[in-house]
């Protein structure tokens, strides 16, 4: 069994409709596809139509951007109930911020010379619901700046770099509450990639987490080199919090990230869907969404 639990559509900054990543997880043999855009639900819908026509089982999720002791972390709420009132007010206040930081962004491109305007972004982000950085990159590579979303990041948008601007981001301690009570279940993304600031995800940072509900953090990830993936692996048995592995799969958007690249065994995901009928039953919604495709 393939299981692949975070990838990401066009409705954030994936390059493939939703249906066309299931079709694509159909074909290279992924039975079971966790949907994760950031910050939105929007896909889940189109992507919940073509799994029910495949043997490939959805896991409905969302990769959510959160801070923690005043550093980035992402994380990952699989199967919450996305009508919850207030994991849709805090996801609009993150969708919110995204959108203001857009023109403050190309204000910064223009003063190092950049001719770019958002008619330049909304042409090439299609049909995001989740406008970031990745679609700026783009209209970067469409206006011939430069090749890639890669160098656009190392150049331009990367924290060091001369068009970052900082976004509103949900606490990371109240987001894993909001899951929860939205009968979901609250996993960290790519906990210590050397790209984010992890020294507050230690195992004393990550033992507070799971006390505030957290179930799980991702272990096997392109972003974790072997030796961290086995340090990481060691935290999470220790506490006793559920390990996952995914391919980060972005389509075209980001290189070696191959869907079914990293995968999460069986028996995790099994404790997962427990955790998730078990937080649903607590929150008083009857029927969690994988139990009907
Ligand atoms: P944002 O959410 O708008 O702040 O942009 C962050 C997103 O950009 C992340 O989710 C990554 O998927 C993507 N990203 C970050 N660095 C790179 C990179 N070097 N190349 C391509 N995509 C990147
Ligand atoms: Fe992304
Ligand atoms: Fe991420
Ligand atoms: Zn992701």
């Not at 919940?48 to 994380?75: N, P, Q």
């Not at 330049?120 to 619901?129: H, N």
């Not at 979303?149 to 924290?159: D, K, S, T, V």
């Not at 996993?187 to 790209?195: F, G, T």
Request: charged residues 25%; hydrophobic residues 40%; contains cysteine.
């Amino acid at each position: 069994m393939r299981i692949d639990l975070h990838t990401h559509s066009n409705r954030s900054d994936g390059t493939e409709s939703p249906a066309d990543l299931v079709r694509r997880a159909h074909v290279e043999g992924i039975d079971v596809l966790g949907l994760t855009d950031h910050d939105t639900t929007e896909g889940w819908d189109e992507a919940a139509v073509v799994a029910a026509g495949t043997d490939v089982t959805l896991v409905r999720g969302i990769e959510v951007s959160c801070t923690f002791e005043g550093h980035g972390v992402h994380l990952l709420a699989y199967l919450p109930d996305p009508t919850h009132p207030e994991l849709e007010h805090e996801l609009r206040r993150v969708l919110d911020g995204r959108n203001s930081r857009l023109p403050a962004t190309l204000e910064r491109l223009r003063g190092v010379g950049i001719d770019i305007e958002v008619a330049d972004v909304r042409r090439v982000a299609g049909e995001t619901a989740a406008m970031g950085r990745p679609h700026v990159a783009d209209a970067l590579v469409s206006l011939g700046v430069v090749a890639d979303r890669n160098e656009a990041f190392n150049r331009y948008l990367g924290p060091q770099g001369p068009a970052y601007v900082h976004r509103y981001a949900a606490d990371l301690e109240s987001m894993i509450g909001i899951v929860g009570r939205a009968g979901g279940v609250a996993v960290i993304a790519h906990p210590w990639a050397s790209r984010h600031d992890h020294r507050a995800l230690d195992a004393a940072g990550l033992a507070f987490l799971q006390e505030v509900g957290l179930a799980g953090v991702e272990v096997d990830h392109e972003d974790h080199a072997p030796a961290t993936r086995a340090a990481l692996r060691a935290v999470a048995d220790d506490l006793g919090l559920l390990v996952t592995g995914s391919s980060d799969h972005h389509g075209l958007g980001k290189v070696g990230h191959d869907l079914g690249c990293n995968t999460t065994a069986p028996d995790q995901l099994a404790r997962l869907l427990e955790l998730a009928a078990a937080a649903s039953e607590e929150s008083g919604r009857r029927t969690p969404d994988i139990f009907r495709t």
